[in-house]
C-alpha cells in the first residue's frame, strides 16, 4: 500500500483533479465535487464504502432524467482512488445506473417501494446513518444561519455550499427512513433451512484450483462491503452461493473465465 496517510475527500479529489488535468477526463470535475460534497469533503477516503456509493447513485438517478451522464464522472474518480491505492477496494462497480423515472414508471405501472431484507447489524447501521445526518441536519442549520449574516450574497460561497449540502442531508435522510420503514431484518429459519445460505448467514468457501479459502457474510447490497468480509447477494458470487448448502459446488462467470467453488461451511450470523 503506497498511501500512508488517510486523505480526506476533499484533497482526494484535489489530487484527482491534479493527476487527470490536460486529458480526455477532465471533464465531469463539477459532478466529482458534487459527490464529494454529498459525502462531506472532510470526511476520510476511509470511510468510503459501497453502501455510501449505491446511494448516491440512488439519489443522483431520483432527481436526474438520465443518471448515466452525472455518475460516469465519479466512477472514473473512484476508479482513480483504487489504482492510486487510496482505497483497498474497489467501488467503481457500486455505482449502477439506475433507470430513469419515466422508465421504471412505464415498466412497472406504479412505483412501490423496495423491501429491503437486512441482517440485524445492518438494519443498526442504518439507524446509525440516519441518526448522525439527524445531528449534521442541526449543524447545518447553524452553518446557515452563520453564512447569511454576511449581507454580500452576490458570493457567498459558504452560503451556497451549506444550501446545497442541506438538500443532499435531508434527501438521504428521507431515503433511510423510507428504507426503514419496509426493511425486514432477517432471523434464523427452520431447522431445515439452518445450513441453507440466505442473507446474514456466514460461509467458507474454497477455491477449486488454488485451495484458497475465503470467508464472507452475505449480506443485502446497501450492507455490502468487500474489505469487511461483507458481500452483497446481488454480486456474481452471491448470487451463486444464495439458497446453496454445505458441500455443494458452485461456478461462476466472470470477465477472466470461470471460478470454481466448494462451499466449506455454512452458518447463522
Not at 79 to 101: D, G, M, N, Q
Not at 122 to 140: F, M, S, T
Not at 229 to 236: A, D, N, R, T, V
Request: aromatic share 6%.
Amino acid at each position: 500500500m503506497q498511501q500512508k496517510v488517510d486523505l480526506s475527500l476533499y484533497d482526494a479529489y484535489t489530487a484527482y483533479v491534479n493527476g487527470v488535468k490536460g486529458t480526455n477526463d477532465a471533464s465531469g470535475f463539477q459532478d466529482v465535487n458534487r459527490f464529494v460534497q454529498w459525502c462531506g469533503k472532510t470526511s476520510s477516503i476511509s470511510q468510503l464504502n459501497p453502501q455510501i456509493v449505491a446511494s448516491y447513485a440512488e439519489w443522483i438517478g431520483a432527481r436526474a432524467g438520465d443518471a448515466s451522464k452525472p455518475l460516469e464522472p465519479v466512477k472514473s474518480f473512484l476508479t482513480f482512488l483504487k489504482k492510486k491505492e487510496y482505497i483497498e477496494a474497489s467501488l467503481a462497480s457500486h455505482i449502477r445506473i439506475p433507470k430513469s423515472r419515466s422508465k421504471a414508471h412505464a415498466s412497472n405501472g406504479s412505483h412501490a417501494p423496495e423491501r429491503a431484507e437486512l441482517s440485524t447489524q445492518g438494519y443498526q447501521d442504518l439507524v446509525n446513518r440516519l441518526e448522525a445526518l439527524k445531528v449534521e441536519r442541526v449543524k447545518i442549520t447553524g452553518d446557515i444561519g452563520r453564512a447569511m449574516a454576511d449581507k454580500d450574497f452576490r458570493e457567498n460561497a459558504p452560503l451556497d455550499a451549506a444550501k446545497e449540502r442541506q438538500g443532499m442531508v435531508e434527501s438521504m435522510i428521507r431515503d433511510l427512513e423510507a428504507a426503514l420503514s419496509t426493511a425486514v431484518v432477517t432471523g434464523a429459519g427452520s431447522s431445515h433451512e439452518t445450513m441453507r445460505i440466505s442473507l446474514g448467514k456466514k460461509v467458507v468457501l474454497k477455491d477449486a484450483v488454488s485451495g484458497r479459502q475465503l470467508s464472507y457474510t452475505v449480506v443485502h447490497p446497501r450492507e455490502a462491503n468487500p474489505a469487511t468480509g461483507k458481500l452483497s447477494s446481488e454480486s456474481p458470487v452471491g448470487k451463486a452461493i444464495m439458497n446453496r448448502r454445505q458441500g455443494e459446488k458452485v461456478e461462476i462467470t466472470t470477465p477472466r473465465g470461470a471460478i470454481s467453488y466448494t462451499i466449506e461451511k455454512v452458518h447463522g450470523k
